[in-house]
């Protein structure tokens, strides 16, 4: 299971730290990835980590803005997104894909495990 959690509402040009917390299995046997669905809008991949190997990916849309990291002892993985702005509101998910490495991309299709979303909206 995963339980994503930290959105809200935030002013432009603030930040927020978004949570993904699983139970049941370890993020270091899967790819975790956040991803965000706006209103009327496809969801789309903001950043993938693979915690047991450390590397990352970014949606070019974010990179700069956005930093995905992992608490390999709390189970947990974050997305620290700075520098919001209103074309980041969206529900934001956290999904983990099996298999301890990143895939090609950072790709919704690609996840098959997903937690409940948490909105962010950001206010101009």
């Known amino acids: 299971q995963l339980q994503a959690s930290g959105g809200g509402l935030v002013q432009a040009g603030g930040s927020l730290r978004l949570s993904c917390t699983a139970s049941?299995?370890?993020?270091?046997?899967?790819?975790i990835g956040w991803f965000r669905q706006a209103p009327g809008k496809e969801r789309e991949g903001v950043s993938c980590i693979s915690s047991k190997f450390g590397n990352t990916d970014y949606a070019d849309s974010v990179k700069g803005r956005v930093t995905i990291s992992s608490n390999n002892a709390k189970n947990t993985v974050y997305l620290q997104i700075n520098s919001l702005k209103p074309e980041d509101t969206a529900v934001y998910y956290c999904a983990a894909d099996w298999g301890s490495a990143l895939g090609p991309e950072c790709a919704p299709r690609l996840y098959d495990y997903w937690g409940q979303g948490t909105l962010v909206t950001v206010s101009s």
């Open positions: 049941g299995f370890s993020i270091e046997d899967y790819a």
